[in-house]
């Protein structure tokens, strides 16, 4: 009777082990599916037998009953994370668990780029992949108003960087974020500004806003920034026109053709900065980091005019007859002795 006993103790020993090891295995085999990748959705409250059953709905080959056993036996059933995730072919019942625990959804990115308007920010969302578009169709204003900034324009009102999402996001959460950073990235810059309020013109943290925006978009080489801030400081202080030309094609929207003519720096909007004086009514484009402390710490320079060289820096000059001979040296045949930003 012991030696039965014995026998039955060292079988029942052998199949657990063999069951063990038949398990280890198991968990570090890749699972079938029938694509290169399925999407997992699992929603707060799901409980793990739920989030077996919805890993085998995505189409992968999989016994529920037998992953929400190893969910358990792992110990870590309860630590398993909601959020929308990417299950990759190869994928093994090890690493589907860790996932899992770790929460790494799947995750994609979209770059907004400095000197964008919004133009081009809502051409860029409504291209993102697993973005879910719920600007679309929302007037300017009515975007600001989703976004809790009723009577703003959202010109300018986004920080550019790289944004990353988790796949069903929304386009208006993004957005939020990056409307956030705008803040503060403008907060940090206004109370960084070297000159007094008397000695700078810029009298807001939102005209500096403003004014970053045109010097990001008259920037070619950032080593020329501060001194092109410095320009436009200079014209401010003693009441010159700003003649920037990239205000202008920002007021002609989606009329300008790419080619710039003089009915159109005659052609007067609230932008056009040949026929009105001081800054434009809002933004031209999104500034990054550098132009707006540009805007609030310009070189000290007696600068009032520059033009491009050719290679992306700018040749400055304090007096108009300098001015005009850089023209004709930078700029062939180009012997209008008209001030502007850039000819």
Same mark, same amino acid.
């Given at each position: #009777? ?14 657990? *082990? ?5 398990? =280890? ?17 699992? +929603? %707060?409250?799901?409980?793990?037998? !739920?989030?077996?059953?919805? @890993? ?10 037998? *992953?929400?056993?190893?969910?358990? @036996? ?11 995730? +990417?299950? +990759?072919?190869?994928v093994?019942?090890? =690493? *589907?668990? $860790? &996932? ?7 995750t994609?990115?979209?770059?907004? @780029?400095?000197?964008?308007? &919004? ?13 879910? %578009? ?7 204003e ?11 324009? %959202?010109?300018?009102?986004?920080? %550019? ?6 796949k !069903? ?12 950073? #705008? ?25 500096? =806003?403003?004014?970053?925006? &045109? ?8 080593n020329?920034?501060? +001194? ?29 053709d ?13 932008? $056009? ?5 001081g800054l ?6 999104m ?22 060289? !050719?290679? !992306? ?6 007096? *108009? ?6 023209? $004709? ?13 850039t000819?």
């Amino acid at each position: #009777m012991r030696s039965f006993f014995l026998t039955i103790f060292l079988l029942a020993a052998l199949a657990a *082990l063999a069951l063990g090891a038949g398990g =280890l295995w198991w968990v570090h085999q890749p699972l079938k599916m029938s694509a290169a990748s399925a999407d997992l959705s699992v +929603e %707060p409250g799901t409980t793990p037998r !739920g989030i077996a059953q919805a @890993v085998a709905d995505t189409g992968v080959d999989v016994q529920p009953q037998l *992953l929400y056993l190893w969910f358990r @036996v792992s110990g870590q059933d309860r630590q398993m994370r909601a959020g929308s995730y +990417e299950l +990759e072919r190869g994928v093994t019942p090890k =690493l *589907l668990l $860790n &996932i899992l625990v770790r929460g790494e959804e799947a995750t994609r990115s979209l770059v907004l @780029v400095e000197g964008w308007n &919004i133009r081009q920010v809502r051409a860029a969302l409504g291209k993102a992949e697993q973005l879910k %578009p719920e600007s679309v169709g929302l007037t300017d204003e009515a975007l600001m108003a989703k976004l809790g900034k009723p009577g703003l324009h %959202p010109e300018g009102r986004f920080f %550019p960087d790289t944004y990353t999402y988790s796949k !069903g996001s929304t386009d208006i959460a993004l957005l939020q974020r990056a409307m956030r950073a #705008m803040d503060k990235k403008l907060e940090a810059a206004w109370a960084a500004r070297v000159a007094r309020p008397a000695d700078l013109p810029i009298k807001s943290a939102d005209e500096a =806003l403003i004014f970053a925006s &045109i010097v990001e978009k008259e920037t070619g080489k950032a080593n020329d920034r501060a +001194e092109i801030a410095a320009v436009f400081t200079n014209r401010l202080r003693i009441g010159m026109p700003l003649q920037t030309d990239p205000t202008v094609i920002y007021g002609l929207g989606t009329a300008f053709d790419g080619n710039l003519r003089k009915k159109d720096l005659q052609a007067d909007t609230p932008w $056009n900065t040949y026929t009105r004086g001081g800054l434009p009514p809002t933004p031209i484009a999104m500034p990054g980091k550098a132009a707006l402390l540009a805007a609030v710490q310009p070189a000290q320079s007696k600068s009032l005019y520059f033009v491009s060289r !050719g290679d !992306g820096t700018s040749q400055f000059s304090s007096s *108009l007859d300098d001015h005009n001979r850089a023209v $004709n040296r930078y700029q062939r045949g180009g012997g209008d002795s008209k001030p502007k930003a850039t000819q």
